[in-house]
Protein backbone atom coordinates (compact mmCIF):
# COMPACT_ATOMS: atom_id res chain seq x y z
CA UNK A 1 0.00 0.00 0.00
CA UNK A 2 1.68 3.33 -1.25
CA UNK A 3 0.46 5.64 1.49
CA UNK A 4 1.19 3.44 4.67
CA UNK A 5 4.76 2.75 2.97
CA UNK A 6 5.00 6.62 2.73
CA UNK A 7 3.71 7.00 6.12
CA UNK A 8 6.57 4.38 7.42
CA UNK A 9 8.66 5.83 5.00
CA UNK A 10 8.86 9.36 7.07
CA UNK A 11 8.62 7.65 10.41
CA UNK A 12 11.33 5.02 9.89
CA UNK A 13 13.72 8.59 8.84
CA UNK A 14 12.45 10.41 11.63
CA UNK A 15 12.46 6.95 14.08
CA UNK A 16 9.45 7.90 16.01
CA UNK A 17 6.53 7.32 16.39
CA UNK A 18 2.77 8.73 15.64
CA UNK A 19 -0.29 7.54 18.05
CA UNK A 20 -3.38 8.54 16.12
CA UNK A 21 -6.49 8.47 17.49
CA UNK A 22 -9.32 7.32 15.48
CA UNK A 23 -13.38 7.91 16.72
CA UNK A 24 -16.69 8.28 15.27
CA UNK A 25 -20.02 7.05 16.53
CA UNK A 26 -20.66 3.52 16.35
CA UNK A 27 -21.00 1.94 12.69
CA UNK A 28 -19.71 5.04 10.74
CA UNK A 29 -16.88 2.61 9.49
CA UNK A 30 -13.82 3.61 11.75
CA UNK A 31 -13.20 -0.44 11.39
CA UNK A 32 -12.96 -0.89 8.10
CA UNK A 33 -11.01 2.24 7.55
CA UNK A 34 -8.12 0.82 9.67
CA UNK A 35 -8.72 -2.74 8.17
CA UNK A 36 -8.39 -1.16 4.38
CA UNK A 37 -5.17 0.94 5.88
CA UNK A 38 -3.35 -2.33 6.70
CA UNK A 39 -0.34 -3.13 5.03
CA UNK A 40 -0.75 -6.50 3.46
CA UNK A 41 2.63 -7.57 3.73
CA UNK A 42 4.17 -8.93 6.16
CA UNK A 43 4.37 -5.87 7.88
CA UNK A 44 3.62 -6.52 11.78
CA UNK A 45 0.55 -5.60 12.76
CA UNK A 46 -1.19 -5.91 16.53
CA UNK A 47 -4.53 -5.72 17.36
CA UNK A 48 -5.24 -5.52 20.71
CA UNK A 49 -8.99 -5.31 22.03
CA UNK A 50 -9.18 -3.70 25.06
CA UNK A 51 -11.52 -5.31 27.27
CA UNK A 52 -13.91 -2.67 29.21
CA UNK A 53 -15.22 -0.38 26.39
CA UNK A 54 -14.64 -0.86 23.03
CA UNK A 55 -11.36 0.18 21.85
CA UNK A 56 -9.20 -1.16 19.69
CA UNK A 57 -5.06 -0.94 19.46
CA UNK A 58 -3.53 -1.58 16.14
CA UNK A 59 -0.10 -1.07 15.91
CA UNK A 60 2.09 -0.90 12.75
CA UNK A 61 5.56 -0.53 12.89
CA UNK A 62 5.84 2.63 14.41
CA UNK A 63 2.75 3.71 13.85
CA UNK A 64 0.02 3.26 16.44
CA UNK A 65 -3.95 3.73 15.63
CA UNK A 66 -6.16 3.76 18.56
CA UNK A 67 -9.75 3.95 17.45
CA UNK A 68 -12.88 3.83 19.58
CA UNK A 69 -16.72 4.31 19.21
CA UNK A 70 -17.67 7.53 21.00
CA UNK A 71 -21.09 8.14 22.24
CA UNK A 72 -23.27 5.67 24.16
CA UNK A 73 -20.14 4.89 26.24
CA UNK A 74 -20.06 8.50 28.76
CA UNK A 75 -19.36 6.78 31.55
CA UNK A 76 -15.80 6.07 29.85
CA UNK A 77 -15.19 9.46 28.77
CA UNK A 78 -12.88 10.00 31.66
CA UNK A 79 -10.36 7.02 30.81
CA UNK A 80 -10.09 8.38 27.28
CA UNK A 81 -8.09 11.34 28.02
CA UNK A 82 -5.39 8.89 28.67
CA UNK A 83 -5.13 8.52 25.28
CA UNK A 84 -5.75 11.68 24.43
CA UNK A 85 -2.83 12.43 25.97
CA UNK A 86 -0.61 10.24 23.61
CA UNK A 87 -2.15 11.69 20.69
CA UNK A 88 -0.30 13.68 17.78
CA UNK A 89 -3.64 13.29 15.50
CA UNK A 90 -7.00 12.66 15.09
CA UNK A 91 -8.83 11.07 12.37
CA UNK A 92 -12.94 11.72 13.07
CA UNK A 93 -15.06 9.79 10.97
CA UNK A 94 -18.93 10.30 10.24
CA UNK A 95 -21.07 8.39 8.39
CA UNK A 96 -22.57 10.42 5.86
CA UNK A 97 -25.59 8.52 4.83
CA UNK A 98 -26.87 8.37 8.66
CA UNK A 99 -28.30 11.89 8.19
CA UNK A 100 -30.14 11.35 11.83
CA UNK A 101 -27.05 11.02 13.34
CA UNK A 102 -24.79 13.67 12.41
CA UNK A 103 -26.13 16.24 15.07
CA UNK A 104 -25.10 13.34 17.49
CA UNK A 105 -21.88 13.50 15.71
CA UNK A 106 -21.70 17.24 15.81
CA UNK A 107 -22.14 16.64 19.62
CA UNK A 108 -19.15 14.27 20.52
CA UNK A 109 -17.01 16.58 18.30
CA UNK A 110 -17.27 19.53 20.42
CA UNK A 111 -16.85 17.31 23.69
CA UNK A 112 -13.52 16.05 21.74
CA UNK A 113 -12.80 19.82 21.07
CA UNK A 114 -13.61 21.12 24.47
CA UNK A 115 -11.33 18.42 26.17
CA UNK A 116 -9.13 20.29 28.11
CA UNK A 117 -5.95 18.03 26.71
CA UNK A 118 -7.27 18.27 22.84
CA UNK A 119 -8.34 21.68 23.56
CA UNK A 120 -4.50 22.39 24.55
CA UNK A 121 -2.58 20.65 21.49
CA UNK A 122 -2.27 22.08 18.07
CA UNK A 123 -3.03 18.34 16.46
CA UNK A 124 -4.31 17.44 12.77
CA UNK A 125 -7.69 16.26 12.71
CA UNK A 126 -8.76 14.54 9.13
CA UNK A 127 -12.12 13.67 8.97
CA UNK A 128 -13.97 11.27 6.99
CA UNK A 129 -16.95 11.93 5.56
CA UNK A 130 -17.51 7.73 5.14
CA UNK A 131 -20.36 5.87 3.07
CA UNK A 132 -19.77 7.37 -0.17
CA UNK A 133 -22.86 6.35 -1.42
CA UNK A 134 -26.03 7.26 -3.27
CA UNK A 135 -28.37 9.98 -1.16
CA UNK A 136 -25.04 10.61 1.21
CA UNK A 137 -24.46 14.53 2.04
CA UNK A 138 -21.52 15.69 0.47
CA UNK A 139 -18.29 16.44 2.34
CA UNK A 140 -19.05 20.09 2.71
CA UNK A 141 -22.65 19.36 3.63
CA UNK A 142 -21.15 17.49 6.28
CA UNK A 143 -18.37 19.99 7.47
CA UNK A 144 -21.40 22.80 7.50
CA UNK A 145 -23.40 20.63 9.52
CA UNK A 146 -20.29 19.53 12.03
CA UNK A 147 -19.27 23.45 12.03
CA UNK A 148 -16.02 22.50 11.26
CA UNK A 149 -15.58 25.84 10.33
CA UNK A 150 -15.53 27.01 13.76
CA UNK A 151 -12.11 25.03 14.05
CA UNK A 152 -9.55 27.82 14.12
CA UNK A 153 -6.64 26.61 16.70
CA UNK A 154 -6.30 23.16 14.90
CA UNK A 155 -5.51 22.51 11.32
CA UNK A 156 -8.29 20.19 9.99
CA UNK A 157 -9.42 19.01 6.43
CA UNK A 158 -12.41 16.80 5.06
CA UNK A 159 -12.58 13.71 2.64
CA UNK A 160 -15.30 11.59 1.19
CA UNK A 161 -14.66 8.13 1.53
CA UNK A 162 -15.72 5.07 0.67
CA UNK A 163 -13.76 3.05 3.48
CA UNK A 164 -15.08 -0.63 1.27
CA UNK A 165 -13.17 0.58 -2.12
CA UNK A 166 -11.02 2.54 -0.51
CA UNK A 167 -12.03 5.45 -2.17
CA UNK A 168 -10.95 8.83 -0.85
CA UNK A 169 -8.64 7.26 2.19
CA UNK A 170 -5.12 7.86 0.64
CA UNK A 171 -5.91 11.54 -0.22
CA UNK A 172 -7.02 11.82 3.15
CA UNK A 173 -3.69 9.57 5.09
CA UNK A 174 -1.40 12.14 2.69
CA UNK A 175 -3.15 15.17 4.07
CA UNK A 176 -2.45 13.59 7.90
CA UNK A 177 0.79 12.43 6.93
CA UNK A 178 2.26 15.96 5.82
CA UNK A 179 0.69 17.51 9.08
CA UNK A 180 2.50 14.45 11.20
CA UNK A 181 5.58 15.72 9.60
CA UNK A 182 5.72 19.69 10.64
CA UNK A 183 4.00 18.66 14.22
CA UNK A 184 7.15 19.19 16.46
N1 LIG B 1 -21.32 1.06 1.80
C1 LIG B 1 -20.40 1.28 2.73
N2 LIG B 1 -20.38 0.50 3.84
C2 LIG B 1 -19.42 0.73 4.76
C3 LIG B 1 -18.43 1.74 4.57
N3 LIG B 1 -17.62 1.74 5.67
C4 LIG B 1 -18.08 0.78 6.49
N4 LIG B 1 -19.15 0.16 5.95
C5 LIG B 1 -19.95 -0.90 6.58
O1 LIG B 1 -20.62 -0.32 7.69
C6 LIG B 1 -20.64 -1.21 8.81
C7 LIG B 1 -19.98 -0.60 10.02
O2 LIG B 1 -18.59 -0.44 9.78
P1 LIG B 1 -17.50 -0.55 10.95
O3 LIG B 1 -16.16 -0.37 10.30
O4 LIG B 1 -17.69 -1.77 11.76
O5 LIG B 1 -17.89 0.74 11.83
P2 LIG B 1 -17.31 1.17 13.26
O6 LIG B 1 -18.34 0.79 14.26
O7 LIG B 1 -17.17 2.66 13.16
O8 LIG B 1 -15.99 0.50 13.48
C8 LIG B 1 -19.96 -2.48 8.32
O9 LIG B 1 -20.95 -3.37 7.89
C9 LIG B 1 -19.10 -2.01 7.16
O10 LIG B 1 -18.89 -3.04 6.21
C10 LIG B 1 -18.48 2.52 3.36
O11 LIG B 1 -17.68 3.42 3.13
N5 LIG B 1 -19.47 2.25 2.49
MG1 LIG C 1 -15.39 -0.69 15.11
Known amino acids: ?????????WLK????EANVLCVGLDNSGKTTII?????????QVDIVPTVGFNVEKVTMTNLSFTVFDMSGQGRYRVLWSHYYKETQGVIFVVDSADKLRMAVAKDELDQLLKHQTIMNKRIPILFFANMDVQN????????QLLGLENIKEKPWHICASNAKTG????????WLSDQLQTVK
Not at 1 to 9: D, P
Not at 38 to 43: S, Y
Not at 136 to 143: D, G, H, R
Request: charged share 25%; glycine share 14%; aromatic share 6%.
Open 35 to 43: NYLKPNDAQ
Open 167 to 174: EGLSDGMH
Open 1 to 9: MGIMNKLFG
Open 136 to 143: SLSAVKCS
Open 13 to 16: GKKK
